[in-house]
T-cell receptor, first 114, second 113 residues
Framework: EAGVAQSPRYKIIEKRQSVAFWCNPI?????LYWYQQILGQGPKLLIQ????????DSQLPKDRFSAERLKGVDSTLKIQPAKLEDSAVYLC????????????FGQGTRLTVV | AQSVSQHNHHVILSEAASLELGCNYS??????LFWYVQYPGQHLQLLLK??????LVKGIKGFEAEFIKSKFSFNLRKPSVQWSDTAEYFC???????????FGKGNQVVVIP
């Protein structure tokens, strides 16, 4: 079974620039998550999709972060403009039904904002 | 604020030693509990989970965890660690009806051969 694919693996940008991350979940998984993991902390949920609808985006900084999941499959997460404190690993995960079924994680995208 | 607490962020031990990682949560009511592991250079993966039933849960690679409701705890244990257990371990909790997987800060475990 193919895992959750994310790209790019690494990204370095200057503050105030924009950046986008891409995620392809496991085929057939209805739920997709984006997490932010800052160094030394556990992953923090940014947004959760059920198919192509948003279930939870309460912790997404909506003034600069946006995410979409077109056709209920792939998803993109965008940051515009980036701040220094956005430096983190951005993890995508998917699960068959909801988070109570096992969530499978991608390798993540390491973002460095300079 | 509701949270998941993991103490002793860095743990260093020798092969064959026993490992216990503590996890406490502050959510009231029913919760689903998880331990995830991230080996160096790899993605997060599920180690074990507890939803209901026997509070002693056995996972992969000889790990087990015990849910103690009265202590709001879900501690992870392994009687004899191997060098390959070097990894970061995360406790995670889903409060019933919330559907948000909340992670602790993680424990970085290094096993010395």
């Amino acid at each position: 079974e193919a895992g959750v694919a994310q790209s790019p693996r690494y990204k370095i940008i200057e503050k105030r620039q924009s950046v986008a991350f891409w995620c392809n979940p496991i085929s057939g998984h209805a739920t997709l998550y984006w997490y932010q993991q800052i160094l030394g902390q556990g992953p923090k949920l940014l947004i959760q999709f059920q198919n192509n609808g948003v279930v939870d985006d309460s912790q997404l900084p909506k003034d600069r972060f946006s995410a979409e999941r077109l056709k209920g499959v792939d998803s993109t997460l965008k940051i515009q403009p980036a701040k220094l404190e956005d430096s983190a690993v951005y993890l995508c995960a998917s699960s068959y039904r909801d988070v109570n079924t096992e969530a499978f994680f991608g390798q993540g995208t390491r973002l460095t904002v300079v | 604020a509701q949270s998941v607490s993991q103490h002793n962020h860095h743990v260093i031990l020798s092969e064959a030693a026993s490992l216990e990682l503590g996890c406490n949560y502050s959510y009231g009511g029913t919760v689903n509990l998880f331990w995830y592991v991230q080996y160096p250079g790899q993605h997060l993966q599920l180690l074990l989970k507890y939803f209901s039933g026997d509070p002693l849960v056995k996972g992969i690679k000889g790990f087990e965890a015990e849910f103690i409701k009265s202590k709001f705890s879900f501690n992870l244990r392994k009687p004899s660690v191997q060098w390959s257990d070097t990894a970061e371990y995360f406790c995670a909790v889903i409060p019933y009806g919330n559907n948000r997987l909340a992670f602790g800060k993680g424990n970085q475990v290094v096993v010395i051969p």
